[in-house]
């Protein structure tokens, strides 16, 4: 239901065009198929994928000799559920230690809700009965060690912090040392985005990555990046830059409760190859859910 709720907007705005393109034809012709993809492309999913989906929809259509436009909903739904998951393997699941430290990294620009994400899975997690520590490895944007904080007591764990400006591997070696003195099960690390400067970017990433490295073999076991839905196309270019910047491991899509683009999670598993983890679907502490390809989906038509 939660699921539901945070999808009232592309609810509304999908559907409502799907139901209306499939009350106004007669029969299902390239006109349809046209319209079609003009709705797809309206919600995000991206040109290529639109394409792609669009021309194995007409291929199902003829297989199974479809000509009436209300037996779409069923077709339209498999294969957009079969275009997310030729994406590859799902693991949404997370990559959680059966014992001794994990270590979660998080990468992603200001402003796309990664403090409030790390927040919600340091919530969830702890609700799983797992010990949790929070590293506050974004050392560079004004007010984001306290805004941690201020998640860290909300949901009652406890944040590793330095001054601000200090250099983010010595945070996360630091991290690190209380976490495993403590027995800690999680550990999950924010880090600063800046993508003005894509050398300084990946710089940093590498150096924070190589102490995590040293200090758990294995580590990071994920690295997350969080991406806004409201931002439709430019969080596919941060995604791509990203990508070249770090192996991404998984993606939290955020604020997909203020899009009616909600397409955009398709088009990210799609043309990127990294699977949507969890999705944000509102500010409260339990507003993050992990991402299901099939309840996205059928919630869509729901
Ligand atoms: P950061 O700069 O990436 O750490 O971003 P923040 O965690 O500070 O979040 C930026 C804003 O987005 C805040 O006002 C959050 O409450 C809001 N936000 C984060 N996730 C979601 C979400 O899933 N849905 C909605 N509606 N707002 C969100």
């Known amino acids: 239901e939660k699921f539901k ?7 509304d705005s999908f559907a409502g065009k799907v139901n209306d393109l499939i009350a106004r034809y007669r029969k299902v012709d390239e006109e349809f198929f046209e319209e079609l993809e003009e709705i797809l492309i309206a919600s995000d999913v991206g040109v290529a994928t639109v394409m792609e989906f669009i021309d194995e929809l007409k291929m199902e259509v003829k297989r199974r000799n479809i000509q009436d436009p209300k ?8 294969k957009l559920i079969d275009i997310y998951q030729a994406g590859g393997d799902e693991k949404i699941e997370l990559n ?3 014992s001794g430290l994990t270590v979660i990294l998080f990468v992603g620009v200001n402003g796309v809700g990664k403090t409030t994400t790390i927040g919600k899975l340091a919530h969830k997690l702890k609700n799983e009965g797992k010990t949790v520590m929070l590293a506050a490895g974004d050392t560079f944007r004004a007010g984001a060690i306290e805004q941690l904080e201020v998640w860290g007591e909300r949901v009652g764990v406890e944040v590793i912090k330095q001054s601000a400006g200090s250099d983010p591997a010595a945070v996360m070696y630091d991290a690190i040392q209380a ?3 403590r027995n800690v099960d999680v550990l999950l690390c924010d880090t600063a985005g800046r993508l003005q400067n894509k050398v300084n970017l990946m710089k940093e990433l590498e150096k924070v990555r190589r102490v995590i490295e040293r200090e758990v073999p294995g580590a990071p076991h994920e690295v997350l990046l969080v991406l806004d839905a ?5 969080a596919m270019s941060q995604a791509k830059t990203f990508k070249e910047a770090t192996n ?10 203020g899009t009616a683009k909600g397409g955009i999670v398709l088009a990210i598993r799609h043309e990127l190859n990294i699977p949507v983890k969890f999705v944000g679907l509102g500010e409260k502490v339990d507003d993050l859910e992990p991402f299901n390809a099939e309840q996205f989906v059928y919630g869509l038509f729901a």
């Open 248 to 257: 991404v491991t998984g993606i939290v899509l955020t604020k997909l409760d």
């Open 179 to 181: 976490a495993k003195s």
């Open 230 to 234: 409201t931002t439709g196309q430019n």
């Open 96 to 98: 959680i230690q059966p």
């Open 5 to 11: 709720r945070g999808l009232e907007k592309t609810r």
């Open 71 to 78: 037996d779409m909903y069923s077709v339209i739904s498999e």
